[in-house]
């Protein structure tokens, strides 16, 4: 069992790291269901310098157990998945570490929560745009999901109007827009699309 000394310099180790801690970027890419979110993030993970760990929404979805729910159930489960994703966000970057996040804004809850938890000037807000025609290709394509559902999705997704950066992957590809993503980084504007926002939307 460590001495009181010990316990106490293992304090002073952890409040000196603590000290010169530096928080992670958030990379924030935006857009509906199929438009290719998931495979620019994969694209970041291989081009960027740094390490950073790509945080998919469909992964909590995943976790959650296999439990038949009862229709009335599932709108207040599946909000409590956002927000418990978005404070997992939150926190991997508050620990120092870079994060590409893949999100649909298609609520503006989701939007004004990730406001209120995210500090403005780390995050790179990413719209990704694709056409109604190649959404409906990709879904048909798949299969896994209802035909029509990311066109129903367009219009609120983009709703908030700011991006930092935008990407089209109608007929770019996730490794163009993930290299034209990692290249302007590092001149990425102030203020931020986030901190517009911010101040625009929150109190």
């Not at 993970?45 to 296999?66: C, T």
């Not at 983009?158 to 290249?183: M, P, V």
Request: glycine share 8%.
């Amino acid at each position: 069992m460590p001495g009181v000394g010990e316990s106490a310099l293992g304090r002073a180790e952890f409040e000196a790291g603590s000290a010169v801690h530096q928080r992670g970027q958030i990379i924030f890419l935006n857009g509906t269901s199929s438009s290719g979110k998931s495979s620019i993030a994969k694209e970041l993970l291989r081009v960027l310098d740094e390490p950073y760990f790509h945080l998919p929404v469909d992964a909590f979805h995943a976790m959650r157990s296999r439990r038949e729910l009862a229709p009335d159930q599932l709108p207040d489960v599946l909000r409590r998945t956002w927000m418990g994703f978005h404070r997992a966000v939150a926190g991997m970057a508050a620990g120092g570490n870079h994060v590409v996040v893949d999100h649909v804004l298609s609520e503006q809850w989701r939007l004004l929560d990730c406001l209120g938890l995210f500090p403005p000037e780390d995050v790179v807000l990413v719209g990704v745009r694709c056409s109604r025609q190649e959404l409906e290709r990709r879904e048909r394509l798949r299969g896994d999901r209802p035909i029509g559902l990311a066109a129903r999705q367009l219009a609120q997704v983009h709703a908030h109007g700011l991006y930092d950066i935008e990407c089209d992957t109608t007929t770019a590809s996730a490794a163009k827009c993930a290299r034209r993503i990692r290249d302007f980084l590092p001149q990425r504007p102030a203020p931020t699309a986030f901190e517009r926002l911010r101040a625009q939307l929150l109190p």
